[in-house]
């Protein structure tokens, strides 16, 4: 079952500019969590922010997490050629039965 | 530490045939989890394993099986394939079951179903 997603599905930029990706979930969780997955490879882990977590960074990645919306965003700063990716945001649910739930993804096109 | 190692990374297999896939996770780590990807659907959650004991299962049809042995390897097993079990099928391992948990994935086995 598809919890998350991603806003929006596909988005091309320059290289030097920023990216923002959203997604919004519908069930409580204990965490949120963001992958990434270059051309029919695995996904890459990110970043988690825990539930009680209101903004998180790592690097050139921000997540915020807004539980009362039930969304999240992703922004990416200065983005490089080498961001180019799928970006999936994946929710652990409370009480759930899945490990994680993904989003169906989004694609970040970064143009050199 | 080596990463999570999925085979094989393609296979090609005909309709009512079974397959097998193979998945050895980060050393140390006792939960496995599989996946299937499609362009369709999304990752869709098949099951988690965790020392050797199902713990969590999507909603897939019974023909989807797996298994862990005690090094926490796992395998898993679709029977009588059809053609809408082509797809990418990514195996994740993580240290310990639970919340807050980052999964780590192997490059996925390609299968396609003719």
């Known amino acids: 079952s598809q919890q998350g997603e991603e806003d929006p599905q596909a988005l091309s930029i320059q290289e030097g500019e920023n990216a923002t990706m959203n997604c919004s979930y519908k069930t409580s969780i204990n965490n949120l969590q963001w992958y990434r997955q270059n051309s029919g490879r695995g996904l890459v882990h990110l970043i988690l922010i825990r539930s009680n977590e209101r903004e998180k960074h790592s690097g050139r990645l921000r997540v915020t997490l807004d539980t009362s919306k039930k969304s999240s965003s992703l922004l990416i700063t200065a983005s490089r050629a080498a961001d180019t990716a799928s970006y999936f945001c994946?929710?652990?649910?409370?009480?759930?039965?899945?490990?994680?739930?993904f989003g169906k993804g989004m694609k970040l096109t970064v143009n050199p | 530490k080596a990463g999570v190692t999925q085979t094989p990374r393609y296979l090609i297999k005909t309709r009512g045939q079974q397959v097998t896939l193979s998945c050895s996770p980060i050393s140390g780590h006792r939960s496995v989890s599989w996946y299937q990807q499609t362009p369709g659907q999304g990752l869709q959650f098949l099951f988690e394993y965790f020392s050797e004991t199902q713990r969590n299962k999507g909603n897939f049809p019974g023909r989807f099986s797996g298994r862990q042995f005690s090094n926490s390897r796992s395998e898993m097993n679709v029977s009588t394939l059809e053609l809408g079990d082509s797809a990418l099928y990514l195996c994740?391992?993580?240290?310990?079951?639970?919340?807050?948990?980052?999964?780590?994935f192997g490059s996925g086995t390609q299968l396609s179903v003719l």
């Open positions: 994946a929710t652990d649910p409370q009480g759930g039965s899945e490990k994680l739930v």
């Open positions: 994740a391992s993580s240290l310990l079951t639970g919340g807050n948990e980052k999964l780590f």
